[in-house]
């Protein structure tokens, strides 16, 4: 086992942090909790793709730069550790890039990549449904064929980013006689197609955080089929372990843990017993979900694509979250109730919003029980329920 | 980054678990936790020919020259297997300070020998009251006395003593005010143990030295210096032992995941229920936990990186970790596992008592957060 990084990896760390210091300093952004997935910012989009940081890993053919998964990580670690912006271009660097790279033709890949990279083209998910939530294989969005091309109908839920994205990666059931999880597809979406309408929904900490999609007669045409026709589901499984697969989870509020801390030293509750055992417990837990998704990392680096050790790291994290708003809350006491725009609010309000929003960290890209029974069944080989 | 182990461990890995799995069975276990000794010399000839008493040593003692994070590949073996025996006091108490702190002298003096498995070594950390390490001066005291040091007082927890030939004792010299570590000579007059019956199963004693004469040559560090060494041995036996942790939490979750796949209730085998696998997936959880950080604090120590922090947050998990993973282990193996007959309480036992050994999880906490600035 080898934890370090290279002179090289650690310069590049020093390069992010550099970069994203200087984007603070120059006032462009503030860190935020859930930053990358609710910081609509086009314009540090674009200033990233500068850098060559969108899309990093994938070929220099397709816009990419050929770079390490370990790359990848300490980039996105850097970005959550400062709670950057980058929700504009998070699902496609992340997942949906990769599924065009994996399943898609050389026309999709050319199409799509370089101008994912150049921090040009924006995408959201489509996959649950009303109906199909923990059960994705029975989704009910049909796609029918017409000449050239797909038409689409049905429903979509919780699809974040969906009013700024320029591109849907939809799930839609091409062979309904098929058993259900044989009978799906997976297309790209163009997000101002005729038929296609989106409507917000406010979660629970007042933020419009997803979206319902709904098509009615959406015509795709059929080069926007990625990979095989009916092999969706299992295409969507590849792509869903690759959602999980980062540190989004264990670092998505971390400006909330520095704060907190921050804030008990100033305040002088660091002297309290009581607050030093639950913040070196909360530093405890948070290393080892740091490690847990570093070694999905390392999984990703020796060329596999990591399943149950992503399910882990996730199901893992998200409890680290709901933990760490909690203690938050407990530290500040009464003022934890105060809301960011309220008079008195400590911390900018990140604990109580962190708080309710920890809600949905552990059902979101696969809940927990989901997770947890790819682990056991996947990882330890326990027969099927 | 690699978090996996190179080709070189692995086989190292594979050779350990076949020779334990073949020397040490719990057959083996059950039977040195019943002897007086604790200890098969037959077993320790053989670990010494193997090279592994001397695997984390250089080479011109004997020595294997690799490196401790190899060495946690060994001793997560071993703590998987139940090993009974003084490998760790030898090895990580006793050798490993030596090589740390020693003099050339001192080192040649020691090191070979133990190394060829004709000496045991242990050392004589604990105190009656001494919770953490740092907080108060030993009791023990050490006056100087022409040219030799005479030490007077009690130690606690001491493993293996009674079949030591040399014991690290830390104690505070006099009249310097300092703290050392003294390698004395279990024969000595003066030195008595009386067994204590704790719950790993393992030797542990009570030792007293009643006017112990140590020649001068036996301090082993500068007695200004002590303090930090006794740090020092602490951390690096708490990461030691959580990685004889991770191997005992890992043979439980086999254990419990075979043993699900097997166990029939309701006409099915009870792993196919959610709520079992469900079970099992925070026992591994916890169990990749504890590896990956047992496993970054030992590559820490092997690069000789300050690891204060990451070594008592190993602690921390794996501690609580197991505890839990034992928990769940034996809710899964039903009322069979509380017997005596069952394997499992091998492991109950000793992950418990390695729980609270160079430091539990509060005092842990409590270096955590001096490091974290609070």
Known sequence: ?385 | MKLSLTEEQEMLKKAARDFLADKCPKSFVREMEASDTGHSPELWQDMAELGWIGLAFPEEYGGGGMRFLDLAVLLEEMGRACLPGPFFSTVVLGGLTILDVGSEEQKQEYLPAAIRGERILTAALYEAGLRSFNASPPTVEATFDGGDYLIRGTKLFVPDAHISDHLLCVASTKPEHGIAVFAVDAGSPGVSCSPLSTIGGDKLFEVEFDAVRVPGTNLLAQTDGGRRVVQKMVQRAAVARCCEMVGNMQRVLEMTVDYAKERKQFDRPIGSFQVIQHYCAEMATDVDGARFCAYRAAWMLSQGLPCTSEAAIAKVWTGEASRRVIDRAHQIHGAIAVTTEHDLHFHTRRAKAAELMFGDADLHRETIAIEMGL
């Not at chain 1, 989009?45 to 998964?69: A, D, F, L």
């Not at chain 1, 996730?314 to 008079?343: C, D, H, W």
Request: net charge negative.
């Open chain 1, 1 to 385: 086992m080898d934890f370090g990084f290279t002179e090289e990896q650690n310069r590049f760390r020093q390069e992010v942090r550099g970069f994203l210091e200087e984007e603070i300093r120059k006032g462009y952004w503030q860190p935020a909790c859930d930053a990358w997935i609710q910081g609509f910012d086009p314009a540090f989009t674009r200033r990233v793709s500068e850098k060559g940081w969108i899309g990093m890993i994938w070929p220099k053919e397709y816009g990419g730069q050929g770079r390490s998964h370990t790359d990848r990580l300490i980039l996105t670690e850097e970005m959550l550790r400062y709670g950057a912006p980058a929700a504009c271009h998070w699902f496609a660097d992340r997942q949906v890039g990769g599924a065009i790279l994996s399943f898609g033709s050389d026309e999709l890949k050319s199409e799509f990549l370089p101008r994912i990279a150049r921090g040009e083209a924006y995408f959201g998910l489509g996959m649950s449904e009303p109906g199909a939530g923990s059960d994705l294989a029975s989704l009910q969005t049909r796609a029918v064929e017409d000449g050239d091309y797909y038409v689409l109908n049905g429903q979509k839920t919780w699809t974040s980013c969906a009013y700024f994205a320029h591109y849907f990666d939809v799930y839609a059931r091409t062979d309904p006689d098929a058993p259900k999880h044989r009978g799906i597809s997976e297309f790209i979406v163009d997000a101002t197609s005729p038929g296609l309408s989106r409507i917000p929904m406010t979660d629970i900490t007042g933020t419009e955080a997803w979206s319902d999609l709904f098509f009615d007669n959406v015509r795709v045409h059929k080069k926007y089929l990625i990979g095989e026709k009916n092999r969706g589901f299992y295409q969507v499984l590849h792509q869903l372990d690759y959602e999980r697969s980062g540190l989004e989870r264990i670092m998505g509020n971390y400006p909330l843990f520095e704060a907190v801390v921050q804030f008990c030293r100033e305040s002088g509750l660091s002297r309290d017993p009581l607050v030093r055992g639950k913040l070196a417990q909360l530093q405890v837990e948070f290393e080892v979900g740091r490690l847990l998704g570093y070694r999905v990392t390392s999984v990703m680096e020796e060329g596999r694509t990591p399943n149950w050790e992503s399910a882990m790291s996730k199901a893992y994290s998200t409890e680290f979250e709901k933990r760490l708003a909690n203690v938050a809350l407990e530290i500040l006491g009464p003022y934890g109730q105060l809301m960011p725009e309220s008079r008195l609010v400590p911390l900018r309000g990140m604990a109580p919003h962190s708080y309710l929003g920890s809600k949905g960290y552990s059902l979101q890209a696969g809940t927990t029980e989901i997770l947890r029974n790819v682990l056991a069944t996947r990882g330890l080989g326990l027969p099927g329920a």
